[in-house]
């Protein structure tokens, strides 16, 4: 007789039978739980530390009547967000947080044995959502000092005529990002057969860096077809609620990704906080300042500690410990600090930690340091 596990295991699709799960990380009610530790430093997921703004607080709290479904369509925002980057809103696809719209980006464009390309260390989406579909994920591993290697990308590109071509930039999670020289490598060997899907969920955070290259208009002024994804989690301090967008090359593009598209996928207060949150220009120029401030600080005592942060544009740090980082980051949450360590093959030693308060910041340093010097 088969067990009813034995039956599932047969039934599953083979794509997705042998796929890790994505760490998530915990979260602060799970950590108390777990280590009853009262004082939490979340600093696992590149949130935005000053959490949700007045101006985000004041709209939900005036939408008291959740019983209609969304705007399937997400008209308001999408006027929003062309007017604000130049596009027309029937070239935008809005999303569930942006990952939902690399799951829609695998559905629409990926079918059996299609080649993908992308880098590691990376967003594990990236490989997890092609994978899922049936690609062939092929990849560019960095330069041992944490750079893209450019060379290697545009051989691949040239070679294996990737479909769909993912790169995060700033990258997550070593914060490193392509110059303008590098896109336009990139994009020299791009061949008609690869579609560009340029991930730019920092973007707000490198743009506000001196000879950030214009990546949208770089996309746009290329010729090639390309998707470029954003999100408001970071940022516009939303990622509880899920939207992130895509702005793509044409209008056919964006009518098929929403062919797969759930038809409500980005719900009613999403959509209201997201437009309040775009217009709240406060909110985002304090969390810019704070971040570019509160990261040198903290790259500056990782560096003391002999840490090897890498220089980043984003709201996180990535840097190398001379253990394995699961160890660290365990002992880490027994004294109320989440960070994330690096699981992907050959950056088993890294870590990633996120800008965070004041306080924050303090409190993951000094239990840092106490580990470090528990284990000599
Ligand atoms: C956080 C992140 C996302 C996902 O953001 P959501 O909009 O919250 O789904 C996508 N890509 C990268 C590189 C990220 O770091």
């Not at 560096?303 to 980082?325: C, E, H, V, Y």
Request: hydrophobic fraction near 40%; glycine fraction near 6%.
């Amino acid at each position: 007789m088969q067990t009813m596990d034995e039956i599932v295991d047969k039934l599953v699709s083979h794509y997705v039978a042998p796929l890790h799960d994505y760490n998530a990380g915990l979260s602060v009610e799970a950590l108390k739980k777990k280590y009853n530790v009262s004082k939490i430093a979340k600093l696992g997921s590149n949130e935005n530390p000053f959490g949700t703004p007045e101006s985000v607080r004041k709209v939900l709290n005036e939408m008291h009547n959740l019983a209609h479904y969304p705007d399937p369509g997400c008209h308001e925002l999408k006027v929003t967000l062309g007017q604000r980057y130049d596009t027309p809103p029937s070239h935008i696809v809005t999303g569930n947080g942006s990952e939902d719209i690399i799951n829609m980006l695998c559905h629409a464009f990926l079918e059996d044995g299609d080649s993908v390309l992308t880098v590691t260390p990376s967003f594990g989406l990236h490989i997890l959502y092609p994978e899922s579909h049936g690609a062939n994920v092929i990849i560019s591993q960095m330069t041992d000092a944490l750079t893209f290697d450019i060379d290697d990308l545009t051989q691949k590109l040239e070679h294996i005529r990737p479909k769909l071509f993912f790169i995060a930039s700033p990258s997550n999670p070593v914060g490193c990002t392509l110059s303008s020289v590098e896109i336009d490598q990139l994009l020299s060997h791009q061949s008609s057969d690869t579609l560009f899907v340029f991930d730019e969920a920092y973007f707000e955070f490198a743009a506000c860096e001196d000879g950030y290259c214009d990546v949208l208009e770089k996309l746009k002024s290329s010729g090639k077809p390309f998707i470029l994804l954003r999100t408001l989690s970071k940022a516009y301090s939303l990622a509880g609620l899920r939207i992130g967008y895509a702005l793509c090359a044409t209008e056919n593009m964006a009518t098929y990704l929403n062919k797969v598209r759930l038809p409500f996928n980005v719900n009613r207060l999403a959509q209201k906080a997201a437009i309040a949150a775009l217009a709240d220009a406060k909110h985002l120029e304090k969390t810019l300042i704070w971040n570019k401030q509160a990261r040198a600080m903290l790259f500056n005592e990782l560096t003391k500690l002999d840490l090897n942060p890498i220089p980043s544009q984003g709201n996180f740090l990535f840097f190398s410990t001379s253990m394995p980082s699961v160890n660290i980051a365990e002992r880490l949450l027994t004294k109320g600090v989440i960070v994330k360590p690096w699981a992907e093959k050959n950056y088993t030693n890294y870590l990633r930690v996120s800008i965070g308060t004041d306080e924050e910041n303090q409190h993951f340093i000094t239990s840092l340091k106490a580990i470090l010097n528990e284990t000599g």
